[in-house]
């Protein structure tokens, strides 16, 4: 399998101004490398602060990395200047967490989903209408010219967000990042939306990342898993063997963390992991983790970074208990 | 006697589109000590019920009736002002999505926490300190956090210091209203552990309202489930989640990502109807998978098939 998008390494760090004279170094993501392929789909899966969000615009090269490169389709696009780079913003697109503010009040969803087109110059104004009536037919805004007409404050969240993914879907991209794109939308439809992602990934064979918060709805939408925590990947695997058999304290803690609706939850404490993520500026020495580890081991998680390492096959973990 | 039991709650907004009929026929009771899960879709009126409870009304409110029974007392009766003074942060109390961003920037969080007993209570601000102090170590927080500042502290301590506000005069019941969506995970769960611990070290009652049913379940001893303004069905615990009736809880059950399970969850297709025209019969039978003709013109009436366990379908009666 030839990769779709390959991030190489990627770091990207941030200047944050401290007082008048000093600045101090945020580093969003610090050494990351995924490969995406075709009609695949990674979930990165963290906390705020991990830099899940950092990576997938890095990704899309809405940020430009501090070190590494975004390889896509065999192509460096990390140094390509932003006239030369119009190919790749319409292959890769982004679907965005805020169905309410990410879409303009004052468009009906016709002009949403025209706009991209218009600012491609692709197709005449009739052809336009047809791309138009298959992305909503391919979102289920159905019937097409109804909803065509609307604006977003008549919809639900449920159906904004199809309109978000119907946008990203209008000029046939072959990779799409979903940062976090059913988590302002209510429990009973986040399915609805994840499957619906999933059959047009099946139909036009797109690779997807898939950033999100919550590990439960990234089982139903990854093929892999790479759980982030302050800027580096901690583990990655499948996602049916990082949901199953977690190796990284922090997986485990997550994990815990997402009840399943079950009477018996009330009767016991859920098992957490104490404090929270520290700030990026100030990255804990050796395993970023190691403060709020339940299974610290002194005199080596805080010393020295453990890497990212293949401990079974194909399930790579970065934690001094399995090495 | 029940600490709280509501009968025939009813709450319609007045809007230039015509009368919101945000809660209707609403009735429950929470006993002591005991957590009610109030769940459902946005939209479905949860936020609303409690507002009709708590009397916060906005200005364009169409009707409010129905009886509000705070330990045996009338309390929908009561004059605002005594309401206000008598009843509301005092025996009930609440704690609202997105509080944690209302913190006084410029204020110790321990005085904001404190400002309540100042304000109801005839009691000198050393006293109202040694309260709050108490009351950190309880929720989980260092003493010296009194003295700190909300843009000091992190998402989970600001949500910890605004359920220290509902607790400080210590209500019959806390209301929390999606008191944790927007919290990290791991948070999340931290809270919950606490929200667990006070209902064991203090019996206190909660209602706490969420569109994520397995969230509840970490916390509720008993479900109501709401649709369009009405309760569609109540039970304990382990009868709504394991023997749901309605079918739209049932569909609430399978539209949950589960973790621990390896089933493909399904979703409700469709969303919550428009409040100003709801549908004839049965609110929730143009989404039914099993609705039949009476369900589109006949309200169901509420049916009890076991002790304890109501639903509001033609399924099961009538």
């Known amino acids: ?323 | 006697m029940s600490i709280l039991q509501v009968e025939d709650l009813k709450l319609h907004y007045q809007t230039l589109r015509g009368t919101v009929r945000a809660v209707e026929d609403v009735r429950f009771t929470i006993e002591k000590g005991e957590t009610l899960g109030l769940v459902g879709e946005s939209g479905c009126g949860k936020t609303s019920t409690v507002i009709a409870v708590t009397r916060v009304l906005p200005k364009n409110i169409g009707a409010l009736e129905g009886k509000v029974l705070l330990m045996g007392e009338d309390i929908s009766k009561l004059p605002d002002e005594k309401f206000r003074k008598e009843v509301r942060w005092k025996k009930i109390s609440m704690v609202f999505q997105g509080a944690m961003n209302s913190l006084n920037p410029v204020i110790k969080v321990g005085d904001q926490v404190a400002e309540p007993i100042l304000l109801h209570e005839q009691s000198t601000k050393s006293e109202a300190r040694e309260r709050v102090l108490d009351l950190l170590e309880i929720i989980g927080l260092p003493k010296e956090f009194y003295s700190r500042y909300a843009h000091e502290l992190s998402g989970g301590m600001k949500q910890r210091i605004i359920i220290a506000m509902a607790l400080i005069l210590n209500p019959s019941l806390v209301i929390l209203d999606e008191p944790t969506s927007a919290l990290d995970v791991s948070i999340q769960a931290q809270i919950m552990n606490l929200l667990k611990s006070l209902k064991r070290k203090l019996g206190i009652s909660m209602i706490f309202i969420t569109h994520d049913i397995a969230l509840a379940s970490d916390l509720s001893d008993k479900f109501a489930v709401m649709y369009a303004g009405n309760i569609v069905e109540v039970g304990t615990a382990e009868q709504v989640l394991t023997k749901a009736l309605h079918p739209y809880t049932q569909l609430l059950l399978a539209s949950t990502p589960r973790l621990r399970r390896d089933v493909v969850p399904s979703y409700i297709p469709g969303s919550p109807p428009d409040l100003v025209a709801p549908p004839t019969g049965c609110r929730f039978h143009p989404r039914c998978p099993k609705a039949f003709d009476r369900c589109s013109s006949e309200v169901p009436a509420d049916f009890e098939p076991e002790p304890g366990h109501r639903v509001r379908c033609w399924l099961y009666g009538g």
């Not at chain 1, 190489?8 to 008048?20: L, N």
């Not at chain 1, 065509?148 to 309109?163: C, T």
């Not at chain 1, 302050?230 to 049916?240: D, Y």
Request: proline residues 7%; charged residues 25%; contains cysteine.
């Open chain 1, 1 to 323: 399998m030839t990769a779709l998008i390959e991030l190489k390494d990627i770091k990207m760090h941030f200047k944050v101004r401290k007082g008048w004279f000093s600045t101090l170094e945020l580093k969003a993501v610090d050494g990351v490398s995924i490969s995406i392929g075709r009609g695949n789909t990674i979930g990165v899966v963290g906390e705020s602060g991990s830099g899940k969000t950092t990576l997938g615009r890095v990704s899309l090269r809405l940020l430009d990395p501090t070190a590494g490169k975004v390889v896509f389709d065999g192509k460096d696009v990390t140094e390509i200047k932003e006239s030369k780079l119009k190919w790749f913003r319409r292959e890769a697109q982004g679907i965005f967490q805020d169905p309410y503010s990410s879409l303009n009040p004052y468009m009906t969803v016709e002009r949403i989903l025209e706009e991209p087109l218009v600012i491609h110059k692709i197709g005449s104004h009739g052809e336009h209408e047809e791309l138009i009536d298959k992305a909503l037919t391919d979102v289920k805004l159905t019937p097409t010219e109804e909803f065509a007409r609307k604006y977003p404050h008549m919809l639900s969240g449920g159906q904004r967000q199809r309109v978000g993914v119907a946008r990203s879907l209008i000029l046939s991209p072959n990779y799409i990042v979903a940062d976090e794109p059913v988590s302002m939308i209510d429990a009973s439809s986040r399915v609805e939306v994840l499957s619906l992602l999933r059959g047009l990934q099946e139909k036009y064979q797109i690779g997807f990342m898939y950033i999100t918060h919550d590990i439960a709805t990234s089982k139903y939408f990854s093929q892999r898993i790479a759980v982030m925590y302050l800027g580096r990947i901690v583990e990655f695997a499948e996602a049916k063997i990082v949901i199953e058999e977690p190796l990284h304290p922090y997986t485990q803690a997550l994990i815990a963390a997402v009840p399943d609706p079950d009477p018996n939850n009330r009767l016991h404490d859920r098992s957490v992991v104490p404090g929270e993520p520290p700030n990026p500026i100030n990255v804990p020495s050796g395993c970023r983790f190691h403060p709020r580890c339940p299974r610290f081991m002194k005199n080596k998680c805080e010393i020295e970074e453990p890497e990212l390492r293949e401990v079974k096959p194909g399930h790579q973990v970065a934690c001094y208990l399995y090495y």
